[in-house]
């Protein structure tokens, strides 16, 4: 299995918590693990150690007390800051997309 699976395996893992999840919250994971692979990638492009399940797990935590607290906690970790950045911004364009008014009925 490789780091792709890996990843992926970890967020239908995550998602099954969820149970039967609304249209919006698979629309979430889709774009996480999008964003996730596309990050991963583009370390392996650039000859650097991929991103790796632990990692993942790590900005996974740190997202959900984000979204519990509404507070960014200090992040040593350059990778982890990094994923959960691309995440945040993944999140805050879906809503800006919701809630523009062609998407309003």
Same mark, same amino acid.
């Given at each position: 299995?490789?780091?792709?699976?890996?990843?992926?395996?970890?967020?239908?893992?995550?998602e099954?918590?969820?149970?039967?999840?609304?249209?919006?919250?698979?629309?979430?994971?889709?774009?996480? +693990?999008? /964003?996730? &692979?596309?990050?991963?990638?583009?370390?392996?492009? *650039? #000859?650097?150690?991929?991103?790796?399940?632990? !990692?993942?797990?790590?900005?996974?935590n740190?997202?959900?007390?984000?979204l519990?607290?509404?507070?960014?906690?200090?992040?040593?970790?350059?990778? +982890?800051? /990094?994923? &959960?950045?691309?995440?945040?911004?993944?999140?805050? *364009? #879906?809503?800006?997309?919701?809630?523009?008014? !062609?998407?309003?009925?």
């Amino acid at each position: 299995m490789d780091s792709h699976d890996d990843i992926e395996s970890l967020f239908r893992e995550v998602e099954k918590r969820f149970g039967e999840s609304n249209e919006g919250i698979k629309q979430m994971f889709a774009m996480l +693990i999008h /964003e996730t &692979l596309a990050y991963r990638d583009e370390l392996v492009e *650039k #000859n650097e150690q991929a991103l790796n399940v632990s !990692e993942t797990r790590s900005a996974l935590n740190v997202l959900m007390e984000i979204l519990k607290s509404h507070k960014f906690p200090k992040i040593d970790d350059p990778r +982890i800051k /990094e994923l &959960l950045m691309r995440w945040l911004n993944g999140i805050n *364009k #879906n809503i800006h997309r919701e809630s523009s008014p !062609e998407n309003q009925s």
